[in-house]
């Protein structure tokens, strides 16, 4: 008899799950029929190990998505995982999963580079506050992935990460190694983070299904900070089922992170999607607002009203502002001159110190009244528009709103080449709830996800076309 370790929500069983055949179609399973596979002791956490390993190495050196793998960790916290199985101990679906994190937060004995040469060879002796959550619900850590060079962008100390669906273009944004890895089936999910779009832009590009939750809904300890006010800690993953689990294991209040909180989350499994009022903006997917008003959603034409016309501006005073008290020393001394992109964060941060005061704090006043017109005009349960729109995104992290991308299906890419290719531009919409209500954008995306396929689907990184050869 097994001992199950009590969890916050209750989770959807795939009892009768058979284990695939090749360990291809193994590495693209949900991490819920992961789960199940370990729990039937079908396979073990070691053998997990070696697949994603594996393909890590493989994938890595097209794809430049990993810094540093965890291959020791990695066989110790396998062995721990089935070790403990083998007692009858099952600490939950995410017993035993391989998983990888960001390269800003920070793991006893390992490298976190933050991405920069500047700090490559930088190990931090402390165990961030999402790598415990994760370690006591049994994953298992087989690599720290690519970081934009201080969390800025897809460029990094090793290079550029790309998209594994058009491996010509780059993941984009802060997040590039766990979106990547993620959709190449490297990992089977992974933690990023966001301040302005590193979560949302990267996961919309790599056709991942991701979340970026209320803001302080995850502790964020032993992470690089740009910003305080900001920064968030979200999952890569291939289903937002799986979202949901990895959520309601890392939530809760850290108590080194004055900004976390404890925040409740209800079972987005148990919600009556039937009994929601829910927007869609002009430039919402309608294959989303279609197939959720097909499963009975009250959907509705919506868009926020605010007045604030500066929501750009005030988010990248906050973010720089933030961002330079951090490493105020570190562009006095002139160590910014060794920086990968002298237009990113250079630039910014010298912009930054020629801010003056009463503008910040006239932009935190107008943040306040943002967030007040907001909420009042947020008159649904939850709305589906575009994730990538700059204003969006600027608004929703200035706001808190979590946000969940969900793969919506493919187009050809612009200018193929003639001889031919399988590469594929990605589409994407966000689903969008107020703060503390993740689990509203959770449930209706799992509903969309319960009879569409776009989030299972591959990309061709093992059916290169002929022009994609010299990439590799």
Same mark, same amino acid.
């Given at each position: 008899?097994?001992?199950?370790? !009590? $969890?916050?929500?209750?989770?959807? %069983? ?8 090749t ?23 070691? #053998? ?7 393909r ?9 998505s ?7 960790? !990695? ?9 403990l199985?083998?007692?009858?101990v ?8 391989p ?12 490298? =976190? ?40 962008d ?8 790309r998209n594994?669906?058009?491996? #010509?273009?780059?993941? %984009?944004?802060? +997040? ?27 996961? !919309? ?19 690089? +900070? ?22 309601? %294991? ?13 925040? =409740? ?11 929601? =009022? ?9 294959e ?9 959603v ?8 605010? %007045? ?24 006095? $001394?002139?160590?910014?001159d ?10 910014e ?37 575009n ?24 187009? !050809?890419i612009?200018?193929?080449? +003639? ?8 589409? =994407? ?25 776009h ?16 990439l590799?």
């Amino acid at each position: 008899m097994l001992e199950m370790r !009590a $969890t916050g929500s209750s989770y959807p %069983t795939h009892s009768g799950i058979q284990k695939p055949k090749t360990e291809e179609d193994i590495a693209f399973m949900s991490m819920l029929e992961l789960g199940e596979l370990i729990r039937t002791k079908q396979i073990t956490s070691l #053998e997990l190990v070696q697949i994603f390993l594996k393909r890590l190495k493989r994938y890595n050196p097209v794809l430049k998505s990993v810094i540093t793998y965890t291959d020791e960790l !990695a066989y110790k916290q396998a062995k721990e995982a089935d070790e403990l199985l083998a007692k009858g101990v099952y600490l939950g679906p995410l017993h035993g999963i391989p998983y990888g994190l960001k390269d800003i937060i920070a793991v006893p004995g390992y490298r =976190t580079t933050w991405g920069s040469g500047i700090f490559k060879d930088q190990v931090l002796h402390i165990e961030a506050w999402v790598y415990k959550r994760l370690k006591s619900a049994g994953a298992v850590l087989v690599a720290k992935l690519v970081s934009g060079s201080l969390a800025y962008d897809d460029i990094w100390f090793g290079g550029r990460t790309r998209n594994p669906w058009n491996i #010509e273009e780059f993941s %984009t944004g802060s +997040s590039a190694g766990p979106a990547a890895c993620t959709s190449a089936g490297m990992v089977p999910f992974a933690i990023g983070s966001e301040t302005a779009g590193s979560i949302t832009y990267p996961a !919309a590009r790599c056709g991942v299904t991701a979340l970026r939750p209320t803001f302080g809904m995850v502790g964020r300890t032993g992470v690089m +900070s740009i910003a305080e006010s900001l920064d968030k800690l979200g999952p890569f993953c291939r289903s937002a089922a799986d979202c949901t689990v990895v959520l309601d %294991t890392i939530r809760g209040k850290d108590p080194d992170d004055l900004s976390s909180r404890y925040i =409740t989350l209800d079972d987005p499994f148990s919600v009556d999607i039937k009994r929601l =009022t829910v927007g869609y903006t002009d430039d919402a997917e309608m294959e989303v607002v279609n197939v959720l008003k097909s499963k009975g959603v009250n959907m509705v034409p919506f868009q926020l009203n605010y %007045t604030v016309d500066s929501v750009q501006g005030i988010l990248n005073f906050t973010m720089d502002v933030e961002m330079l008290a951090h490493f105020d020393e570190w562009q006095r $001394t002139r160590q910014d001159d060794l920086y990968e992109a002298q237009d990113q964060w250079p630039t910014e941060l010298h912009r930054a110190r020629l801010i003056p005061a009463v503008d910040y704090v006239q932009a935190q006043r107008a943040r306040q009244k943002l967030i007040q017109e907001v909420k009042k005009s947020f008159t649904v349960d939850a709305f589906i528009g575009n994730a990538t729109d700059w204003e969006r995104v600027c608004l929703g992290n200035l706001v808190g709103l979590p946000v969940i991308v969900v793969p919506t299906g493919f187009k !050809a890419i612009s200018r193929p080449p +003639s001889e031919g290719n399988r590469r594929r531009t990605t589409i =994407t919409t966000g689903i969008y709830a107020h703060p503390n209500h993740d689990h509203i954008a959770l449930a209706l995306a799992m509903a969309y996800q319960s009879v569409t396929d776009h989030h299972k689907q591959r990309p061709p990184i093992d059916n290169l076309g002929p022009s994609d050869m010299k990439l590799e």
